[in-house]
């Protein structure tokens, strides 16, 4: 059996899976959908718990009412939440002053690093600029959340469309 493919999100994706804001809800349950049929896992880091109560330009995006949906949601036994320890505060520092990363991006991308996560999944743009920039050996895919099943699911749709035209002839 093959390995789950791990996805670090980071505090905007939880925020756009919960609260669907500027339509980010789509890409993010179809990374659900990926982690739901076993194929996925994803980590966060412990940061991002508290981080998903503010988001940029909408100081109280969610409702008292919300507590326990957030909650839950972070509870989820397929969820992997990773503690912001001294190593990675390091890492983050180092990340900070080797890369200019903002120290909260930092943080998500030590514990990205520190987590193996084969993905970085983000709707900051200048961090999917640092795609295959940062990390060893592999280094760390940074991209749109589920821009890898998107290419997977057009190249499976492409394949489907041959087979029927090649049954056709």
Known sequence: MASKTRRYWDTAC?????????????????????????????????LTIAEVLHFK????????????????FFRRSDLVVADVDRFISELAQDLFWEHDILPKDAIHIATALEGHA???????????DKSRQLGGDPQLVIQLPGADLSRADALKARKAEEER????L
Request: aromatic letters at 8%; one cysteine or more.
């Open 14 to 46: 939880c925020f756009g899976y919960l609260n669907d804001q500027a339509g980010r809800g789509a890409p993010c349950s179809r990374v659900a959908t990926d982690v739901q049929e076993g194929n996925s896992e994803i980590i966060i880091s412990s």
């Open 57 to 72: 330009g909408h100081p109280r995006p969610f409702d008292r009412e919300m507590r326990s949906v957030i909650r839950n």
């Open 118 to 128: 084969n993905y970085l999944e983000t709707f900051d743009q200048p961090l999917i």
């Open 165 to 168: 035209q090649h049954k056709l």
